[in-house]
């Protein structure tokens, strides 16, 4: 090691009188030759004695007077909160070594049956967004929609009451043979209608659909009509019905509700092309 | 270790208040001023030292009877009020050497003559010195402070220091001189008066 590397490696001790005897006179002989190394010497010591004047805030005489009491009364608030702790630990360490076996078992089960409902929700649940989305999709079933499903059934009921009705209000016995009309499977089918009619009615009133109700209610009377007629050659009571339905506008109505549906799909079911009610044949 | 330390140590551990507090009068001023040195502020060198005693009583009973009773609580003393400032570093810094009003400023062993209270220039003066000092101090690693202070103004020699701290005295030595470059850097204004210069004697 070179003189200045080893007397600057004293500097520190030589400033603090941490030196022995004999690295003292090193020390002291080499700055006598060497101006460099004294010129960092006094750089250093001059920092240094600058920074003893800094002065710290002396505390009260109070302070030290009362620093055991405020200590005596830390450690007591610890040791207060420790026991606490403790025994809060200790009393649900208890509760658990305290449980038979099969507590935990059940209490496992629970959890994962728990856990297991929550992530089948999770994942297969669609959010309300989507149903709400979804609810706007033409192509969507009906089964998909809260509600939709009456709706459906009340559409059927009426298509194949209409298929009925058109059935007769087309049929011309001066023109045609009765027996083309069939009408024991129009009574048949009638019947049926009528039983069906009794139900939709309720749930039509429940979910306040009055239009639908009331088109039901007059297809019910017409669709009663024909159930109870006596024979294809009962012109007069074949008639009679055809008056009904006309009166009542049963199948203006239908054909309103047709057009409404359609609408709300977006489409028109009348078009052009197709034939009137009044023109469309059985 | 003196041979009534080892005895007062040995009071403590059966369970004996007055050799504890016996134990804390003895070191109480010297913990606390490290760590004011080291924090920079009083409550927080009153909370770390109290912690260091109640380290000390908790861990008296482990504690080497050949080891020196003074080191090992400096030690702790250091630990705690790094860790302290490492949780202190998210929050705003207050500054060094922020003192309470009813506090009286007292001059360190190595300080000057203590008669600028006496005038009102000198006394401004010196309280702008003390503000740059605070915030020169605050400008180095928490590391080269602590060594700084044990050395500056709480008169521990560099072995002893190496040994507290559980470095080399060359380490020491480095981190010694790091932050007197970086004070002298900090307080280039002062250090370039001609008056404040010094000469080896």
């Known amino acids: 090691m070179s003189d200045c590397k080893k007397c600057k490696s004293l500097f520190l001790e030589a400033y603090y009188g941490e030196l022995d005897a004999q690295r003292k006179q090193f020390f002291k002989d080499h700055l006598l030759v060497c101006d460099k190394c004294q010129s960092e010497f006094i750089e250093m010591k001059s920092t240094l004695k600058f920074m003893s004047k800094r002065v710290r805030p002396e505390p009260p005489k109070e302070f030290w007077d009362s620093y055991e009491e405020r200590l005596a009364q830390r450690i007591e608030k610890e040791e207060t909160s420790e026991v606490e702790r403790g025994s809060w630990w200790s009393k649900l360490a208890d509760a658990f070594t305290l449980a038979p076996k099969w507590a935990y078992q059940a209490a496992a089960a629970v959890v994962l049956i728990v856990v297991g409902v929550f992530i089948g929700r999770m994942l297969f649940t669609p959010s309300a967004s989507e149903i709400q989305q979804a609810s706007q999709q033409p192509g969507v079933s009906a089964q998909q929609q809260p509600g939709t499903e009456l709706v459906h059934r009340t559409q059927d009921y009426i298509e194949r009451s209409k298929l009925i009705l058109l059935a007769l209000v087309n049929f011309d016995p001066a023109t045609e043979d009765p027996y083309a009309l069939d009408l024991p499977y129009q009574q048949r089918v009638s019947k049926e209608l009528v039983q069906e009619a009794s139900y939709l009615k309720r749930e039509l009133a429940e979910s306040d659909q009055e239009r639908l109700e009331n088109l039901i209610v007059d297809l019910e009377r017409v669709l009663l009509q024909i159930a109870n007629l006596e024979s294809e050659n009962d012109f007069e009571a074949i008639e009679l019905v055809k008056e009904g339905v006309n009166s009542r506008g049963i199948l203006m109505e239908i054909n309103l509700t047709d057009l409404r549906r359609s609408i709300r799909r977006g489409k028109s079911s009348i078009s052009p092309e197709q034939p009137s009610p009044k023109t469309q044949t059985y | 270790m003196a041979q009534n330390e080892q005895f007062l140590i040995d009071r403590v551990c059966s369970g004996d208040q007055t050799a504890f507090h016996e134990l804390v ?40 009877r050949d080891a020196k009773m003074s080191s ?130």
Request: charged fraction near 30%; hydrophobic fraction near 35%.
């Open chain 2, 25 to 64: 009068g003895r070191y109480k001023k010297k913990i606390y001023y490290l760590a004011y040195d080291i924090m920079g502020d009083h409550q927080e060198a009153e909370d770390i030292s109290q912690e260091v005693f109640m380290k000390m009583f908790r861990s008296l009973k482990t504690f080497r």
């Open chain 2, 72 to 201: 090992w609580l400096y030690q702790i003393t250091v630990n705690t009020s790094i860790d302290s400032l490492r949780k202190k570093s998210t929050k705003p810094a207050r500054s060094i050497d922020e003192f309470d009003p009813s506090f009286i400023k007292a001059e360190l062993p190595t300080g000057g003559s203590g008669a600028h209270a006496l005038n009102p220039v000198r006394s401004a003066e010196s309280a702008q010195i003390q503000e740059h000092i605070s915030e020169a101090l605050k400008k180095v690693s928490p590391k080269e402070r602590t060594v700084f202070v044990m050395r500056h103004y709480n008169d521990l020699k560099l072995h002893e220091i190496a040994e507290i701290l559980n470095i080399t005295i060359g380490t020491v030595k480095s981190l010694l001189f790091r932050a007197i470059k970086k004070l002298r850097k900090e307080l280039s204004t002062y250090m370039s008066d001609p008056g404040m210069e010094a000469t080896y004697e």
